[in-house]
Each structure stands twice: as C-alpha cells, then as structure tokens.
C-alpha cells in the first residue's frame, strides 16, 4: 500500500469483514490469519476502534441474545519465543516477587468459544462469544453435540468455557467443501435447526462460579472438568520459559498428526486470579502461536487492481495450499516491490498468509526456477481516460485530476466516511452516471428526481434524501478523510490537527515544509495533502455551502493540556506496552517522536542513568529524561486539575515526589464555600507551578 494509513484503513476493513463472517459462522480465514491481521493493526494503530471489538455485537441468525457469566474477552499474543520471552520477564517481574511460579501449558483449539452456563448442576444456557459479554443462545444445538454434560454429578451453578471443533476425519469425510474444520464447526453450530451438530464436540478449559475462591489452581479445575465428564486438551505445567518454547517446539512437529486443528498454546498462571480473568483482555495469559506457514509457488502472471487512481500488482501463482486454504493469487503491493525483488514472470516464489484472504508473495524461493522467465510488463495509461500512469514507486496511480474513476471513487468514499448507508455502490454508480460528479451535487438532488430511478419509490426516494441531508458537524480530520486524498485517513488528519492545524484556513495556509515537520508525516505525504487541499478548495467550500455540512471548532486547550509537548519512549516499560503509554500522552494533545530531537519536550525511560545514545543526545540537548513512574504520575496530574485550568507551559519536573500531594477536584465538596473553594484552586495551581 501507498501508506501507513491507508494500510490502516485496509486493515480495518478486513477485520470487520472477517468478524462479521466469522460470527455468522461462515469464516473466511483461520485463526492464524485472523491474528495476524490483528496484529499487524495494533501495531500500526495500538488504540484502533476495531482492536476494541470482540465480536459483531449484533444477531445476525435470529437466535435469542444472552449474557456470560465468564467476560469472553481476547488474549495477548506472541508470535515468536523473543515476543513470549519478554511477555513472561514483564509478567514475573511484575507478579513473581522472586518466587517461582508455575505455568499451566494448554493446546489453543481452532475452533468457536462457548459457555455452558449451569444452575444447581443443570445445563440451563449455551452462549457463543458474541461481543464478548453477550452473544447467541444455542443451547439447542449444544445439547446435540458431544462433550455437553446436560447434568453434572454435583450441584455446580456457575460456567464452563470451552471450544467448539470438529475433529480431521469427519471432516474430510463429510464436510469436505469446507475451508477447514474450523469454518465446518462454525456454520454447523448456527444452523436454525441443528442438523449436522451430532458432529461437533464441545472440549472445556475453564469454570467458574460466584464464589471466587471455589478453584484455586488451574490444574485443579481442569481435573474437576474431567471428573464431572467434560472433554478436556493435554495439559502440562512448567517453571521455566525455555521449558515452554521446547515444549512448542515439539507440539509444532506432531500438530498435523492431532485428531483437530490447533494453532498455537495457551500459557496461564497456575494461580488463579478472578480479578485478572474478568478483565477484556487477562494479563496473566498469553496465546503461544505457531510459526507462519509458507509454500512456494511459481508466478504465472500479473493483474492490477484498480481502486480510485491507484493500480496495484496481484501476482497469479500456481495453485498451492496454505494455512487450510488453497492459494491461487497473492498480493504484491507496489511497483517498488516487483523491482527490490528482481522479479519475473516464471519466477519461483515464497508466499505466506499475513491474514488477507490475498495473501503475500514475499520474495523469491531460496531455489531457482526451472520455468522460463520473462519480464514483468507495468500497465503505462489509465483504462478509464488514457491519461499516462505516473509511477512514483511505493505507488502507479493516475494523475487526471477529472478521471470519472477517481472522482467516482471520491464520492464511494464520502459516503462511505459519512456512512450514509442508504447510498449504496449501485445507486451511487446510478447517480454517477446522471451527472452526479462532485460531492455537493448530492446534497442538490431531490426526492422527485431520485423517484424517477430504476427500483426506487418515492417513500424510498424520500428516505435516502432524509439521510443524505441530514445536519452534521464533522471533524476537520473526517471532513478531509471524505474526500479522498491517496492514501490520507482521518488518522493522519488527527495527527496534523494535534500539530496546530486545527482548522480549514490553518491547513490551507500551510506548506509543504510546515506539514513536513509534523512527526511521521514526511515529504511525500505532505506534498499529497497540500496538493488535494488545492485540488478540492472549490469543491469542500461548495460542501459547506450547502449547510449540511459543518466542520466542528477545534478542541479548546483544556481539553488538551499537553498540546505542543512531544515525547520519546524508549526501553522497556513494566506497566504498560509502549503502543498504551504513547496513547495516554496523544490522548492530552501530546506528540509521540521515535528519536531525539532538538525540540522533544521528555524523553521516557525507566534506566535513566544508563549510557544508551538516546540518553547522551537527550543531556546533550538538556531534554528532560524521566521515568515511567514519573509519567503516569504526571498524566494523573494532569487529568486531576485540568478541569480547573490548562496547563500552559510545561518544562521541566523539579520535584514529582510533591504531586502526591495534589488532591483530585472531586475531594472539593460542594458544601465548601466559595472561599473555600478559591483557596484551593489556588494551591493547587501553585503547585502546578512548582512542578511544571
């Protein structure tokens, strides 16, 4: 992709799609891919809106909703022994206090969660994951699968969490137009009338019941779950972190001989803490994943996508399987890809799945081919108004300005911003084609004109008027957004807005170089914004002048207290990832840098006296270097008083011992006379002086 941002946006929308196929039981994608998918956006964006979601949050098979009694949250992942190794130094020396500690090692089943829920030992409810706290009540359908204990021997109320499979042989037996067992189970255990679900079992890994103290250790609960009959995966328990990459070690080697699909292992703390398992996301667990599968292939050919003006390259290779699916095409990004490869048609390729259903072509086989190669042939004009292809590398794209594909595209992603759902592709292509060219012409159309279209009423008519002119006051970053610049999200307008370019006149009057300087932006993206904000000054003044449209004030200062303060993480942090820490300080109108520079405001590290370069440039450039205690303590600061007074200048932190005695506003009661309440506002911004 062009841009970080637009893989941002590309990522979000493959993960709703993924989610919603996944919870109507028709999932497109393993596992693995899924994850990897996730991944790879936390990365990009740690605090995205959609890395929040559990599930589709809504009934899309018409069974009744219910509640768990254990929160169906997500796990951490590691991807690899470097990335569990470090979760389980961070985990010891955090909860470990020097005693050993025992971990409980359990295959992560490919399959679909589900809660048993009992009263008084009587299978009474079975729930799929839903949101996490609410989903689907199949309990029809679970009392037909195997591993469903309708009574148990004891009275128990309470939940018991497992996973839904389908085991190898009945599926390649049976189900064999299936992706995989894991699409198999989760079709079957949505069916309205249950058929098929006799094939499915139910494997249990967890209980729980009001009385928090009624398991103590993982172990013992497993081997209760045995006792009163459940299905239950191999368990081992280990001390050591080498202990548990070895043991992964050996599992990746007979995984494909298991009777199910498993991708990955599942490390707990053999203690139990109820407080950590309620959590949407539990500290004191981690998912173990297996190694990525590749294959290799041979490239056949090339076809380019076209989306707006850009063209991008998909390789067609031969047939090869991957990750329970069968590969045929497989993406390549950009024009600088092809060449950094040396790639050819005929070319021996390594592919692997990075969580697209296209997966990733990633350089050539380590062995040559035997095919005869020739070059690769780069598409020169635009199919729609043969206006010449401008290559600029990570990017072939059409520079026509007035290409109806790009300004189609445009109005597919106003809508789409704006999420007027009644304006779907086929009615905006229709409008399109009826002169509908430009943004604000939608906002002109009337309910007699669009009744005249082909299937559409006046009622309908009406209704999709009423949506398209409804009032709405935007964002200056969502406003931007709507009108499509390459590979420009609202992301990247709230990064330029937190710079100080808050407004529509402000990012006008901006140049190259000023937008340049925001940290992360660059030339190049620079340069595309200020070349749409050119190209679309008529078009965005046209919008607001409809009055529909507005574009919200910008944030007040208090709202922002750290407005034009950056900082730089670096090392390792105990009580938070990075990605959390970064947002924490964004969230208060803070810039994130990822090196020192002359104007960072703090550099944040937990060795502050080490010699590490980071550390000299900063005391070379008398940046303060604090820790990350000190941090937190500030950002508590902060959101303590800001409601009572910006904090405007910002230097340096003499004494973080003193904020401990800064009292939160809610302790001013409102009992307290107005004198009263004066003199403390006035301590306490007397000591925001003394701190800041």
Request: with cysteine; net charge positive.
């Amino acid at each position: 992709m062009s841009s970080k941002q637009e893989r941002i946006n590309e990522l979000e929308k493959l993960i709703l799609k993924y989610q919603a196929s996944y919870y109507d039981g028709e999932a497109e994608i393993s596992d693995e891919e899924f994850d990897l998918l996730w991944d790879e956006l936390k990365s990009l964006d740690p605090q995205n809106d959609v890395l929040k979601k559990v599930g589709t949050g809504y009934d899309t098979d018409g069974f009744p909703k219910a509640k768990h009694l254990i929160p169906m949250g997500s796990q951490d992942k590691a991807a690899n022994p470097q990335e569990f190794t470090i979760w389980m130094e961070k985990l010891l020396n955090k909860h470990s206090n020097g005693l050993t500690k025992t971990f409980i090692v359990q295959y992560k089943l490919d399959g679909a969660s589900l809660e048993l829920q009992y009263k008084n030992g009587l299978l009474l409810k079975a729930v799929t994951r839903g949101d996490g706290f609410t989903g689907d009540d199949i309990t029809a359908n679970a009392r037909r699968m195997k591993g469903v204990v309708h009574k148990l021997d004891i009275s128990f109320t309470g939940g018991i969490r497992g996973e839904v499979i389908m085991t190898g042989d009945i599926w390649k037996n049976k189900y064999p137009t299936k992706a995989n067992c894991r699409n198999a189970a989760n079709g079957i255990m949505r069916r309205k009338d249950g058929e098929g679900c006799e094939d499915l079992s139910f494997m249990a890994y967890d209980a729980a019941t009001e009385n928090d103290y009624f398991f103590t250790e993982e172990l013992q609960k497993l081997t209760w779950l045995e006792q009163r009959g459940f299905l239950t995966t191999e368990t081992k328990s280990y001390t050591k972190t080498q202990e548990i990459i070895d043991y992964r070690e050996k599992i990746t080697k007979k995984r494909s001989k298991l009777p199910f699909d498993i991708d990955g292992l599942v490390i707990k703390y053999n203690e139990i803490d109820m407080s950590d398992l309620r959590k949407t996301r539990p500290e004191k667990q981690i998912a173990f994943k297996f190694d990525l599968e590749a294959a290799f292939s041979i490239l056949r050919e090339i076809e380019w996508s076209e989306s707006g003006a850009t063209y991008t390259p998909i390789g067609i290779i031969d047939p090869v399987r991957i990750a329970g699916t069968t590969v045929k095409r497989a993406n390549l990004n950009n024009p600088d890809m092809i060449r950094s490869m040396g790639l050819k048609i005929g070319c021996a390729v390594s592919v692997v799945k990075r969580g697209e259903i296209i997966p990733k072509i990633e350089g050539l086989a380590p062995f040559p081919s035997s095919e005869k190669t020739q070059e690769i042939i780069f598409p020169t004009t635009c199919g729609v108004c043969n206006s010449k292809l401008t290559d600029g590398g990570t990017r072939l794209y059409c520079p026509n300005l007035q290409c109806s594909k790009r300004l189609l595209h445009r109005l597919e992603k106003w809508v789409s911003v704006l999420d007027i759902r009644e304006l779907g592709e086929k009615l905006i292509r229709q409008l399109f084609e009826k002169n509908v060219k430009h943004i604000h012409e939608l906002y002109s159309l009337t309910a007699k004109t669009l009744s005249e279209y082909e299937r559409m009423g006046e009622l309908s008519a009406a209704k999709v008027i009423r949506h398209i002119q409804t009032k709405r006051e935007l964002s200056l970053a969502v406003f931007i957004a709507g009108f499509d610049f390459e590979g420009i999200a609202e992301t990247t307008m709230e990064k330029i807005s937190l710079a100080g370019f808050d407004t529509l006149e402000k990012l006008r009057q901006a140049s190259v170089s000023d937008l340049a300087s925001i940290h992360g932006l660059g030339e190049i993206t620079a340069a595309v914004i200020a070349d749409g904000l050119k190209e679309c000054t008529k078009e965005m003044d046209a919008v607001l002048k409809t009055g529909f449209i507005s574009i919200a004030l910008p944030p007040s200062a208090e709202s922002l207290p750290l407005r034009g303060k950056s900082f730089c993480f670096t090392g390792e942090l105990i009580t938070m990832k990075r990605g959390e820490a970064e947002e924490k300080a964004k969230a208060l109108g803070a810039q994130i840098k990822s090196s020192v520079v002359k104007d960072l405001s703090f550099l944040v590290n937990n060795d502050i006296s080490s010699g590490s370069s980071k550390n000299k440039k900063a005391n070379e450039l008398k940046i303060p270097i604090i820790g990350e205690d000190e941090f937190l303590a500030m950002i508590k600061s902060i959101k303590s008083i800001k409601s009572i007074k910006s904090i405007k200048s910002i230097k340096s932190i003499k004494s973080i011992k003193s904020i401990k005695s800064i009292k939160s506003i809610k302790s001013i009661k409102s009992n307290k006379s107005e004198t009263e309440t004066n003199e403390t506002k006035n301590q306490i911004e007397a000591k925001q002086g003394e701190l800041f």
